[in-house]
């Protein structure tokens, strides 16, 4: 959730402060998945079994899928959101790349 300028200007300091780290958690999360995602591609190219490739592949787009809905959702840097930008489109490119 994002709160405008004017909401923060009556909101607490302790509030405004738990919502700033509430905002970086989710970022940090948001990268992690994208590296878990990654990671599931990785071993989708190297696994012999069809089913375990098929399965790594769609928890990578499910990862996508997700990251793509939250990311609007978290006050994000400019540099964490071009770090997510970059991961989500190496994804991306790997998903259509393997299908």
């Known amino acids: 959730m994002q709160v405008d300028a004017e ?12 919502l700033e780290q509430s ?4 970022v940090q999360f948001l990268l992690a998945d994208l590296n878990t995602a990654l990671t599931f591609l990785d071993v989708s ?3 012999g079994l069809e089913e375990s490739r ?15 809905r939250l990311v ?4 994000a ?6 770090a997510m930008d970059v991961k989500l ?3 991306k490119r790997s998903l259509i790349a393997t299908r």
Do not use: C, F, W
């Open 77 to 82: 840097s400019i540099e964490e959101h071009a």
């Open 54 to 68: 098929r399965r790594n592949r769609q928890n990578a787009r499910h990862v996508y899928d997700t990251v793509v």
């Open 45 to 47: 190219e190297v696994t």
């Open 7 to 18: 909401s923060r200007v009556s909101m607490p300091r302790s509030t405004e402060k738990l």
């Open 89 to 91: 489109a190496v994804l």
């Open 72 to 75: 609007p959702k978290v006050a």
């Open 23 to 26: 905002h970086r958690i989710g």
